[in-house]
């Protein structure tokens, strides 16, 4: 009895610092989004579910939560799309793969942060990239990439997708090196061609590697908030708020912590029914697969 019931004593130490560090901060956040407190007054007042009702009567809310779910979805179509294309690209017998690999992963190593204000700088008005173009005569190539409403949001994922295209390539190139060469002699033998038998054996066989890099970019999707603070501070306007960049705001901005509370709660709501969703729905698809 007092050996099966000894691991347990090993776990009450790190479950005591993660009460203390998350579980009670996180119920006491949850409580502060039912008040109108400012975040220093220690005086405050309960108002109930008044911060959720003003913040879908807000319209910078209301666009943040649609540039959130825009943001999350485009990078997890493209960056996938990319870190695939990539994946097959380098999963051959060129001498030059080794090199490719880790060339195109680099990035993802790199804080996000240095890379949005790297990006900050390049994307300028008077940046290297408008310079590329203008230097090979492509001057009506040349925008605004930051400054205009139409053009930040997607240049936003732009840098996204750049610095974690190398990251869902080595999940998936992880995946197909893993895929016995038998089944694709098998294959071959059968008179199958590369979009065959991408599509009937290595599609199929990649469901794990798909289920991983999607729950990832979805959830970091949704939270997102470095590069885009870095890059644009939620503008021009609010025209690249997400939620994560409003509750900053209303939170150390305005001083309005109960309602940036509400915001954080909504976030978080967010992302546990999208990546509970899309887990079932990838479980059930890597099920099926195997």
Known sequence: ??????????????????????????????????????????????????????????????????????????????????????????????????????????????????????????????????????????????????????????????VIVWQFGGYSMVIFLAGMQSIPKEIYDAAAIDGTGPVRRFWSVTRPLLAPAFTINLMLSIIGGIKLFDQVYALTGGGPGHATDTLSTLIYKDAFTLGEFGYSIALAVVLTVIVAVASTGQYLVLARNERAAS
């Open 1 to 158: 009895m007092k050996r099966s019931n000894a691991p347990w004593w090993f776990v009450v130490p790190a479950m005591v610092l993660f009460a203390f560090v998350v579980l009670i901060p996180s119920v006491r956040g949850v409580y502060y989004a039912f008040t109108d407190w400012d975040g220093l007054d220690p005086s405050f007042s309960f108002v109930g579910l008044d911060n959720f009702v003003e913040m879908f009567r807000d319209p910078d809310a209301k666009q943040a939560i649609w540039h959130t779910l825009l943001i999350a979805v485009s990078i997890t179509i493209i960056q996938n799309g990319f870190g695939l294309a990539l994946a097959l690209g380098v999963n051959t017998m060129i001498k030059s793969r080794n090199v490719l690999r880790v060339f195109l992963f680099a990035p993802a190593v790199i804080t996000p942060i240095v890379t949005a204000y790297l990006w900050r700088n390049l994307l300028s008005t008077d940046g290297a990239v408008n310079s590329l173009f203008g230097a090979v005569g492509l001057d009506s190539w040349q925008q605004n990439w930051l400054g205009d409403p139409d053009l930040a949001l997607w240049s936003i994922v732009g």
